[in-house]
C-alpha cells in the first residue's frame, strides 16, 4: 500500500533556529515527491519538487533532500522566522493513479515558531 | 498568471440550499482537481477531470456535483449537504495528470 509517513507530528521552535522535517514513503512506482507549506485555513503551496535523480533542492531558506535508495526525504529551514509557522505537508507522486489518484499526502508536521 | 483561484473564499449554508464552489487557472493545464480537507487532516480527493472529462470519482456522494464547463474553469455544485460535508475544499490543477500540481487558496464551507 502507497503510504507517506512525517514526522515529528509537530515542532515548536526558537524564532532563528534551524530545524528538520523528516518523511518517509513507501509508493510505487515513484515519480516525484513535494513539499508544500500549509497555513491554517488556506490551500497548500509548493516550496519543492524532487525527482528520482535530485538529491538535494532548494528554495531559499527551505532545502529539501531526496534519498530514493532509503525512501526518505527531509526538509531543511534555516534560521527560521515566525511566518515559517504552518502544517508542511510531505506528497509523493506515483506514476500511476490508485484509488488516492496519484498523489499520496502525508499528515504534515505542524511548525510553530515562537518569539 | 500561475495561480489556481478559487471562489468564495468562505461560503456558510444551510442544508437545504444550493450553492456552487468556482475554481479558474489560466496556466494551459489540463488535469483539474477537487479535494476535501478537514481540519488537522491531509486532502482527500473527490474528482479528476483530465482534458475536461471526469477521470476519477472517489465515491463521493452524489450531492456533490463537479462540472468542467472548459479547460480552464471546474466547479463544484453543492446541494442538501450535511453539517459533516464542512471542511476546506481545494482544487488544483496540473499540466497533465500527474505532473506538478498547483493548489488554490481553498473554499471553507460551514453546512448548518
Known amino acids: 500500500k502507497n503510504q507517506v509517513e512525517q514526522s515529528p507530528q509537530s515542532l515548536i521552535i526558537l524564532e532563528g533556529k534551524n530545524c528538520t522535517l523528516q518523511c518517509n514513503y513507501t509508493v510505487s512506482p515513484f515519480s516525484n515527491l513535494r513539499w508544500y507549506k500549509q497555513d491554517t485555513g488556506r490551500g497548500p503551496v509548493s516550496l519543492t519538487i524532487?525527482?528520482?535523480?535530485?538529491n538535494t533542492k532548494s528554495n531559499g531558506r527551505y532545502t529539501a533532500t531526496l534519498d530514493a535508495d532509503t525512501k526518505q526525504s527531509s526538509l531543511h529551514i534555516t534560521a527560521s522566522q515566525l511566518s515559517d509557522s504552518a502544517s508542511y505537508i510531505c506528497?509523493?507522486?506515483?506514476?500511476?493513479?490508485?484509488?488516492?489518484?496519484?498523489?499520496?499526502f502525508g499528515k504534515g508536521t505542524k511548525l510553530s515558531v515562537k518569539p | 498568471d500561475t495561480e489556481v483561484t478559487q471562489t468564495p473564499k468562505h461560503l456558510v449554508m444551510g442544508m437545504t440550499n444550493k450553492k456552487s464552489l468556482k475554481c479558474e487557472q489560466h496556466?494551459?493545464?489540463?488535469?483539474m482537481y477537487w479535494y476535501k480537507q478537514k481540519a488537522k487532516k491531509p486532502p482527500e480527493l473527490m474528482f479528476v477531470y483530465s482534458y475536461e472529462k471526469l477521470s476519477i470519482n472517489e465515491s463521493v456522494p452524489s450531492r456533490f456535483s463537479p462540472e468542467c464547463p472548459n479547460s480552464s474553469l471546474l466547479n463544484l455544485h453543492l446541494h442538501a449537504l450535511q453539517p459533516e460535508d464542512s471542511a476546506l475544499y481545494l482544487c488544483?490543477?496540473?499540466?497533465?495528470?500527474?505532473?506538478?500540481?498547483?493548489f488554490g487558496s481553498g473554499t471553507r464551507l460551514t453546512v448548518v
Open positions: 506528497v509523493v507522486s506515483a506514476i500511476y493513479g490508485g484509488s488516492q489518484g496519484n498523489l499520496i
Open positions: 488544483a490543477s496540473s499540466q497533465e495528470w500527474g505532473n506538478s500540481y498547483t
Open positions: 524532487m525527482t528520482f535523480s535530485e
Open positions: 496556466m494551459g493545464h489540463r488535469a
